[in-house]
């Protein structure tokens, strides 16, 4: 049976709950922004402050460019909305969360999750190597990503145990056929996680097309690279390149 919020009735939420949502909405947003949509599909999902299983994702319908705070809805790790509301107003994209609700349970230290259809991470997700060690941004991910093969439509809850699997230790992921998936400790590193990643697929796209032969650096340099990315203040970079994209919006 649908229960519906008496009108002037507002959810009572933490000023924690809120920060995210501002953070959220303005992810979503800047996703657009870079040209990483797809209509209304894909989806970003975040964690809710102070809770284990209660996350935000996008009402279903909503463009991209123009999520607000209030258009995020609150879900259970099944996807069930948790807050009282019309079915409209609570429709979330059902198959979208199966590969969400996979990495939230079992990855704790994981607040944010993307997943982008783009041509270019498409166009490297149907490529047998993955991702080329080939240029810096890409070697942000040497030996750091992991690889999920296609499936189908993400229906199945099945799959999440595959997914999980498949996303080990790692922040990233290549869905074979499919797209990209980039996560984080925070809203911002989730976001540096996923621009990088599709600007490294951009690169690796254009680098193949000319049919040039390619020049790799040495594994040793790869795995030194990794590193440099992981130093410490790592996070704090995230959060001062995520300040700084927002004033685009």
Sequence with gaps: METTIEPGVVPQRSDAEMKTRRDLSALYRLIAHFRMTDLIDTHISARVPGTDNHFLINHYGVMFHEMTPEDLVKIDIDGNPVEPGDEDSQRVNAAGFTIHSAIHSAR???????????????????QQEGLLPITQHALRYYNRIGYHAYEGIALDL????RLIRNLGT?????????GLLAAGRTIAEA??????LERACQAQVKAMSGGARL???????????ARQFERPGAL??????FAAAQRLL
């Excluded at 976001?191 to 990088?196: G, L, M, R």
């Excluded at 020049?215 to 690279?225: D, K, L």
């Design 108 to 126: 704790h230290d994981l607040v944010c999750v993307i997943h982008t259809h783009t041509a270019d991470g498409i166009a490297v997700a149907c």
């Design 191 to 196: 976001f540096i996680n996923i621009h990088f």
């Design 236 to 241: 704090e970079y995230c959060e001062r390149a």
């Design 215 to 225: 020049t790799f650096p040495s594994p040793e340099v790869c795995e030194r690279t």
């Design 170 to 178: 790692h922040h990233a992921m290549i869905l074979r056929n499919h």
């Design 158 to 161: 099945d799959e999440r145990e």
